[in-house]
């Protein structure tokens, strides 16, 4: 059977992006669901952006959730909402019934983890479900020749995990997952920013914070942006000034312990595939690939060349599209067209 679409998704902690076959990457939007709480059956009012704008600034019956937590599913019933109406937008006029999906996951995930997944694009409705590993979805997006007898090493961070796998001969060979990450970073900025100056602010106060100024190494340029939020003493609305260092400082913890899963990983790699990793470099992947200075700070402390991807972002869902236009002209063979 010939399916009418082939759908890519990178089914992410804090974003969400599907890619469709000879359309390229169609939905772009946050992992969020607002839902209706207080009925006995909660209803869905947004999902994706309009959700998201909506956290922190909710009444009480309507409740904005991440269903997706630390890269796998822990509301059912949102996810399946999510991805329903994300295809249903992406898919247009194409009959969903017989779409075909292929979504990333976490590596090293239990069974019952990917059987939700698996369920959730089902009940979504979606006609048939694969699932490819994150750090292998990643390097096929970035157009690393995975199927070669030589080693590549991609770490993938993201908003709930980051991923170190070494790849070789179209698998895994090592690989560590801990779930530190995107969100981990926000919440090291809200905590720092408490301690050090008595004010609390919110997560999307922090995500912006790391985006502007944030860095995990020095770089020329350094600058300071002010931030309001809400002092702890009086419990009043409160400017401060946070500088990059401050940034910096906060992210140090959660920035070593990736740099060392990172070392746990090349530490178990075959002599053979740490040697091609030494002429390839790390692969940098996932949205926090882009905070500055991760690559310099990679190279420091593992004596590794690390490099980022293009487009690093898009390189799980371009990856899980790869290998569904792989499999469709095998399907094709198959049939004898």
């Known amino acids: 059977m010939l399916f009418s679409q082939d759908i890519g998704i990178d089914l992410g902690t804090s974003n969400t992006l599907i890619c469709v076959r000879n359309k390229g990457i169609l939905i772009r939007e946050p992992s969020v669901v607002a839902v209706q709480v207080g009925s006995a059956e909660k209803r869905v009012v947004a999902v994706g952006n309009e959700a998201k704008e909506m956290i922190g600034r909710t009444p009480g019956s309507i409740v904005a959730v991440r269903p997706i937590k630390d890269g796998v599913i822990a509301d059912f019933g949102s996810t399946v909402a999510m ?6 937008k992406a898919m247009a006029s194409s009959p969903l019934a017989r779409a075909r999906v292929m979504i990333s996951i976490p590596s090293g995930v239990t069974e019952v983890e990917r059987k939700a997944v698996h369920d959730a694009a089902i009940a979504a409705g ?13 390097a096929i997006g970035a157009g690393v020749s995975v199927t070669q007898p030589k080693g590549a090493m991609v770490v993938d961070i993201g908003g709930g995990t980051t991923q170190v796998a070494v790849l070789s001969l179209g698998d895994v060979v090592c690989s560590r997952s801990i779930r530190v990450a995107g969100d981990v970073f926000d919440d090291a900025i809200v905590q720092y920013i408490r301690r050090t100056y008595n004010v609390l602010i919110g997560e999307r106060t922090a995500e912006e914070l790391k985006i502007s ?12 942006m002010d931030v309001r939020g809400r002092g702890l003493i009086d419990g009043l609305p409160k400017n401060i000034e946070v500088t990059s260092e401050d940034v910096r400082v906060a992210l140090t913890d959660p920035l070593n312990q990736i740099v060392e899963t990172v070392r746990t990983t090349l530490e178990k790699t075959p002599p053979e ?8 470099g790390i692969l940098l992947t996932g949205g926090g690939a ?10 420091e ?8 991807a293009e487009e690093p972002m898009d390189c799980v869902v371009t ?3 790869i290998c569904l236009d ?3 002209l095998n399907i094709r063979k198959r049939a004898g067209k």
């Open 290 to 299: 882009l905070l500055r200075g991760m690559d310099k700070l990679l190279t």
């Open 301 to 308: 402390k593992t004596g590794m060349p690390a490099k980022i």
């Open 213 to 224: 100024i944030g860095s995990a190494s020095r770089y020329e340029g350094e600058g300071a």
């Open 326 to 328: 792989r499999d469709t």
């Open 319 to 321: 990856g899980t599209a």
């Open 83 to 88: 991805l329903r109406q994300f295809i249903k």
């Open 126 to 138: 979606a006609r048939y479900v694969s699932l490819i590993e994150v750090p292998m979805a990643a």
């Open 273 to 280: 595939l740490a040697a091609d990793i030494m002429d390839t």
